[in-house]
C-alpha cells in the first residue's frame, strides 16, 4: 500500500502493482503488439499492389512505429490507464495525484517504452523500478504517473456502509484534509468492532467521531450511532475517491432533504460527539446492532445491562 495525496489535499491509500505483475502484463501487451506486426507484414509481402521495394519498407517502418507507440497511448487514452494487458491482470495508469491518465502522460510513456523496452530490452525500467519508492518506470516518471492494483487478497479492513437512510446526507458532505493518523485510528476501530464489548464500542466511537467531526461537515443526524456515522463518512470517502480514479462520475443518491450544513471546522470547536440539538433518548437503533454484538447477546446479557445506543454521551 501506498499513500497518494490527490488535488484536494486528500491521503487516500493505494495499492500499488507489483513487478511480476506489471511484467505479466507488459507480456501480454507485447505479444499482442508482436502478432499484430507479423500479421500486418505478412499481408505487405503478399500484397500484389505494392510492386515498389521502397515503399513497402517505408510503409511497414511506419506500420510498426504506429503499433508499438500508438497501441499504448490509444488504449491507456481511451480506457483511462488500461491496454489490454493491464485490464487482464487488474492494473490501471494514474496520475501521481490519483487522477485518471491524460493523452500527454500516456504519450510520454508510449515514447519512453520504445527506448527502455524495445531498444534496451526493458533494463532501465527493471533497475528504475527496483529502486523507486513507488515502483515507477522511466516513462512513469516523465510522465508523472503510477501503476496501481485495482485487485489484490483480501484483507481484514472493515466494510463500509452506508445505510439507506443516511444516503442522502452522506451524498452532501464536505470533506476537509482528515490526519493521516485518524483516519488509521478510524479504521482500526472499524476493523476491531466486533471484537469490543458494547460499552467500549460507543466510548471509544464517541471519541473518535467527535475528532472526525472537526473534518467533515454537516453533522450527521440525531441518533445515530458513532460506528454507523463513521462507516458511512469513510464508505462515502472511498466512494469518491473511488470515482476520482476511475474517471467515472458518482453514482446519485437517492433523493431526501440534506442536512443543514455546519459552520467551517476552523470557525469553532466541533462539539462532542451526539451533542446536536433536539437529541433523541437512546433506544431502539434503526440501524441495527453492532457487528458482533448478536453473537455476545446471551453470554453478556446479565452482565452489560443495556447497550448503550445513539449519539448521546454516558452520563
Do not use: C
Not at 196 to 204: A, D, G, I, Y
Not at 207 to 217: E, F, H, P
Not at 247 to 275: C, D, K, R
Request: glycine share 8%.
Amino acid at each position: 500500500m501506498s499513500d497518494v495525496v490527490t488535488g484536494e489535499a486528500v491521503v487516500v491509500e493505494v495499492r500499488l502493482a507489483q513487478l511480476p505483475t506489471r511484467a505479466l502484463a507488459l507480456i501480454i501487451d507485447m505479444g499482442i503488439q508482436l502478432l499484430t506486426m507479423v500479421t500486418v507484414l505478412m499481408l505487405v509481402a503478399n500484397a500484389a499492389l505494392i510492386t515498389d521495394g521502397a515503399m513497402a519498407t517505408a510503409l511497414i517502418v511506419l506500420f510498426i512505429v504506429l503499433v508499438i507507440v500508438g497501441y499504448p497511448v490509444l488504449f491507456e487514452t481511451l480506457t483511462r490507464g488500461r491496454s489490454p494487458g493491464k485490464f487482464a491482470m487488474g492494473l490501471r495508469v494514474v496520475a501521481d495525484d490519483g487522477g485518471p491518465e491524460r493523452f500527454r502522460q500516456a504519450l510520454f510513456r508510449g515514447l519512453a517504452e520504445v527506448v527502455e523496452i524495445w531498444l534496451l530490452t526493458g533494463a532501465p525500467a527493471l533497475i528504475t523500478s527496483l529502486i523507486s519508492e513507488k515502483g515507477k518506470r522511466l516513462g512513469d516518471i516523465f510522465a508523472g504517473t503510477i501503476v496501481i492494483s485495482e485487485r489484490g487478497p483480501r484483507t481484514d479492513e472493515p466494510v463500509l456502509e452506508i445505510p439507506p437512510v443516511l444516503a442522502p446526507w452522506a451524498a452532501s458532505l464536505t470533506f476537509a484534509q482528515l490526519p493521516l493518523d485518524l483516519a488509521g485510528t478510524a479504521r482500526q476501530y472499524l476493523s476491531r468492532l466486533p471484537h469490543l464489548s458494547p460499552p467500549v464500542q460507543h466510548e471509544m466511537g464517541v471519541r473518535i467521531a467527535t475528532q472526525v467531526m472537526a473534518y467533515v461537515s454537516p453533522p450527521p443526524p440525531p441518533n445515530v450511532p458513532p460506528w454507523v456515522y463513521l462507516s458511512a463518512v469513510f464508505a462515502e470517502r472511498r466512494r469518491r475517491d473511488h470515482a476520482r480514479f476511475t474517471g467515472q462520475a458518482a453514482p446519485a443518491s437517492p433523493p431526501g432533504p440534506p442536512a443543514p450544513l455546519a459552520p467551517p471546522a476552523h470557525s469553532m470547536p466541533a462539539p462532542p460527539y451526539g451533542t446536536a440539538a433536539g437529541q433523541a433518548a437512546p433506544g431502539v437503533s434503526p440501524y441495527g446492532p453492532p457487528p458482533g454484538e448478536t453473537a455476545r447477546h446471551d453470554s453478556d446479557a446479565d452482565s452489560t445491562g443495556t447497550t448503550p445506543g445513539g449519539f448521546v454521551l454516558p452520563s
